[in-house]
């Protein structure tokens, strides 16, 4: 079985700061890891997904991630925030056998402050 | 394309009651999937449908169940309405080819409160 553990239940930050969303894994086969993004009153956005390859990945919005097999990690950064990218965002894997089945963490809330 | 459509997008049911909720995935996705979220429990699977059949299956007790039809939309339906089951329903759908890599488009959700 996978689960995700998102360190962080909350992250408040000034506008134009640089900011780091944890996301740490368990897992005894391979996974697929992911990052979504639920702005209030709406549904999950993907912003984006580590597949194989380069272990930094770019997504929507200037958001990118890192994978660290050794430290079971995928942390999601931006160098500069926005008070548009006040959200919910969720790390979430699936083993990369078989259908795809999401086990998300519980979310970070991030608050951009002007 | 359109999206993601889920309805109706607020419900409120008394416990002991059933309930059905609606997806229409995107033109030409062949997966729904369903996912319940709770602020206790977080985003939990349910069950995925494709080609009318259900694929995966979450932990989650027999009073929830779902169909898909031949056009790819699906329906969930909990039965037996419990005070826990208030929560925001969230369908996705993909392509469907039965790949862990896909990307998943989710829809707003329904939210259902059960008094």
Redesign the interface.
Known sequence: AQSVTQLDSQVPVFEEAPVELRCNYSSSVSVYLFWYVQYPNQGLQLLLKYLSGSTLVKGINGFEAEFNKSQTSFHLRKPSVHISDTAEYFCAVTRTQGAQKLVFGQGTRLTINP | KAG?TQTPRYLIKTRGQQVTLSCSPISGHR?V?W?QQTPGQ????LF?Y?SETQ??K?NFPGRFSGRQFSNSRSEMNVSTLELGDSALY?C?S?LGT????????????TRLLVL
Do not use: D, I, W
Request: net charge negative; proline share 4%.
């Open positions: 993601v997966s999937s996912y977080g985003l939990q699977f995925e494709f694929r995966n979450g969230l996705a993909s039965g790949g862990a890599e896909e990307t998943q488009y989710f829809g707003p959700g």
